[in-house]
T-cell receptor
């Protein structure tokens, strides 16, 4: 158990709908990262937050958004869902924000499996 | 931009043999090189990592070597066991892409008893 929690574990929804995935980082960690894992794209970075502020962005679709709250939990919102959004969504956390010269170890949560029908 | 190539995509060994997985990367500013193990439907689990100021790191049956000049790093698993069977991912971070991990395509390791 990494100490990172994610809810829900599974989510089944229809195209066009909107869902919210939730992540709680390890105790004491200030950074939260979101990754998407699909069969054709592999593990891809979506977005990072540090202490409530967005720090880095990957190839995240405009239909997707995220935020980190004062208690440091984070939510990933996916809207206008398409079949291709079906994937495993992982949250990871680390103690510090990264810099160009140092990257902290990231610990992954159990993931949320999203199925869009 | 950053890119990492991982080989082989599948690796089949007999129990007790060694397994080696190699990753090459393009961004010379990369400074952090972790390896994750992922079992089916589970989370990626960090098994070992190395930073750019170190050439080799070992943890029991697992070792990672880094060649910054050639821009490649490798995972070595000795005395493999059936429970080592999983998908292994290398990743890179640092430089202009600090914070985010860029993953290789993964290697499916199967250890036959």
């Amino acid at each position: 158990d990494s100490g990172v929690t994610q809810t829900p574990k599974h989510l089944i929804t229809a195209t066009g709908q909107r869902v919210t995935l939730r992540c709680s980082p390890r105790s004491g960690d200030l950074s939260v990262y979101w990754y998407q894992q699909s069969l054709d794209q592999g593990l891809q970075f979506l977005i990072q937050y540090y202490n409530g502020e967005e720090r880095a962005k990957g190839n995240i679709l405009e239909r997707f958004s995220a935020q980190q709250f004062p208690d440091l939990h984070s939510e990933l919102n996916l809207s206008s869902l398409e079949l291709g959004d079906s994937a495993l969504y992982f949250c990871a956390s680390s103690a510090q924000a990264a810099s160009s010269t140092y990257t902290d170890t990231q610990y992954f949560g159990p993931g949320t499996r999203l199925t869009v029908l | 931009g950053e890119n990492v190539e991982q080989h082989p995509s599948t690796l089949s060994v007999q129990e007790g043999d060694s397994a080696v997985i190699k990753c090459t990367y393009s961004d010379s500013a990369s400074n952090y090189f972790p390896w994750y193990k992922q079992e089916l439907g589970k989370r990626p689990q960090l098994i070992i990592d190395i930073r750019s100021n170190v050439g080799e790191k070992k943890d029991q049956r697992i070792a990672v070597t880094l060649n910054k000049t050639a821009k490649h790093f490798s995972l070595h698993i000795t005395e493999t066991q059936p429970e080592d069977s999983a998908v292994y991912f290398c990743a890179i971070a640092g430089g202009t892409s600090y914070g985010k991990l860029t993953f290789g395509q993964g290697t499916i390791l199967t250890v036959h008893p």
